[in-house]
Structure formats: C-alpha cells, structure tokens
C-alpha cells in the first residue's frame, strides 16, 4: 500500500486550459498579493519576527522540523536515541489504531515553543491565517506509505465548534484529503456529549472524560475502510485512541492516526 502524496502543482490546470480571463486574474492576485507583502511584511507565526513570506521564520522552522531519532512504529512517541522500539504503554496494551504519527513535536512545558504559538494562535485566537504554513508541514512530514478510503478529522462537539466557529482539524484534514485523493469525511465520526478541554486534565482524568464521546454518524459505515483520522495535537492519545475504537468497533478495516504536533 502507498500513500501518494502528488506535488500540488501536479493537478492544478494550467492557465491555458483556463483561459486568458483567469490567467489575468491570477496575475491580478499575484500583484495584489505582493503589494500587500509589501505594505504589511507577514510576521512569524513562531517568534512573530518579520519574515519573507508567510509562515514561520528559518530558525523557528529548524525548531519545527527539529528531527528525533527514535519513535514507538506503534504510536509514534518519540526516543531520544535508535532504535526504534515499542513503548511501555503500547507492550501494556496495543492501541485502537493502527499506527500513529506526528509531523512535528515539542514539550508540553514550552509554551512559547512555535508551533505551540501558532497552534494556541490559531485554536484561541481566531488566527485562522496560521493553518496555511501548519498545513505545509503535515504535507512535509506526513508518512507516504499507506492509502486510505476516507480522511476523518476529530470532530468537536456542537457547543465547542459555535464557541470557535471552526474545527481546527477539519482545516488541516480538508487539504489533506485532496492530496491523498482520499473522501474527506467531515461528519462519519460525530461528538455526543460535551467534554471538559483535555488541556486541563491529567492523564487518567482525560481517559475517562473522552470515554464514550464519539459516535459513527447513523448515515454512515466504516465497515471495511481504511481510515485516517486527523487532529491538531497528540498529548496522550485519550482522544483518537476513544474515536479509534468507535470506528473500529463499527468495522473499519484500519485506523491511522496523523497529528500535526506532539505535545511531550
Ligand atoms: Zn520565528
Ligand atoms: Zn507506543
């Protein structure tokens, strides 16, 4: 199984296929754009230092994509040292997923780490200008070995998605999904009761908060398909590891888990 992960520029229709009406106005997009780079310079998402283009600047990247050694191949926690190895939570107990990953990851205590700034940007502060350069690091760093039937993100709850206005996983797995040509299933995984932000709680506390929270929307079966299920930060897994044995106890052939961030 391989997971393709085509350039972008891959399947965008040329200009010529489009006609001279809409290669004027990209041109007109390109100006306005660089005239408004100019006016007001983008700002890192990380440091909030100028910087060239939008995003982050080169060293908050370089901590970003900063690289580990090691990982669990179950789920994904990073090692500071080779080889890779199962963890003592997965030899204890295998997780409802099949395998988890992370595209990036920094300490939980490091609040002013960058991609927990534009993250907490984004989520707290309404930014939803940051999901653009958080996007181009899942592209960047999502595995390219596996091919999946639908893409889920982790829905919210009614109450939490009105308080927000946006589901911060459904705009990292809709961009996804059309790369990975895969179905983007924004309702298959519903929320049917409001929980307590996992931020706040310890690890035992968040298990038992998540217990029983999701549900496979009744329109709707997993049964047979590969699924990946897409959420902003792994912390300790309470949250897909609760949404991974919904979807698996309703038939789904896999679940994999791609999350931009690992909290430590
Ligand atoms: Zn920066
Ligand atoms: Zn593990």
Known sequence: MRLRLEPASARQPTTHSLGPSCSRRRRVRTFTEHALRLLYPPSCRGCGSRCRRPGFCEP????????????????????PSRPDHLCGRCLARSPAFDRARSCAVYARSASDAPLARALHGLKYLGDVSCAR?????LFERA??????DAVLPVPLHIDRLRWRGFNQAILLARPLARRLRAELRV????RVRPTTPQIELGVRERQSNIRGAFAVARDWSPR?????LVDDVFTTGATVEECSRTLRRAGAASVDVLTLARAL
Do not use: K, Q, S
């Open 60 to 79: 908050c990247r370089e901590l970003v994509l900063a690289a580990f050694e090691a990982i669990c191949p179950r789920c994904g926690r990073p090692f």
């Open 143 to 148: 595995p390219h070995d596996r091919t999946y």
């Open 187 to 190: 309702d298959g995984l519903v």
């Open 224 to 228: 047979d398909l590969r699924l990946l």
């Open 133 to 137: 350069p958080l996007t181009r690091i």
